[in-house]
Nanobody, 119 residues
């Protein structure tokens, strides 16, 4: 199973970016999916997560600005980031809780995508 993340880049404060992360491989079903981030000198933190049924959960720091969504048919999770702040700058990682076709269930991580917020 592989997770491929797209959509990072450089944006000015107040701008928007949309991240996407597609899972592929021997997938039977994907349970929760989520986005984490790690800023320089800080620990990795949860940004947002979403259940298979679409129920979201957000870090307080991004509530009202970020929206997580998913397309189960495409095994893809999205993160729409609006009103970006310099403190949102980090490497963003997607995560998926996957049940594989061989009945093994484990978490997988994408490769990370850099988000830079600067004027």
């Amino acid at each position: 199973v592989q997770l491929q993340a797209f959509g990072g880049g450089l944006v000015q404060p107040g701008g928007s970016l949309r991240l996407s992360c597609a899972a592929s491989g021997t997938i039977f079903i994907i349970h929760d999916m989520g986005w984490y981030r790690r800023a320089p000198g800080k620990q990795r933190e949860l940004v947002a997560e979403i259940t298979r049924g679409g129920g979201p959960n957000y870090a307080d720091s991004v509530k009202g600005r970020f929206t997580i969504s998913r397309d189960n048919a495409k095994n893809t999770v999205y993160l729409q980031m609006n009103s970006l702040k310099p403190e949102d700058a980090a490497v963003y990682y997607c995560n998926a809780d996957v049940s594989r076709l061989d009945y093994v269930r484990k978490g997988y991580w994408g490769q990370g995508t850099q988000v830079t917020v600067s004027s």
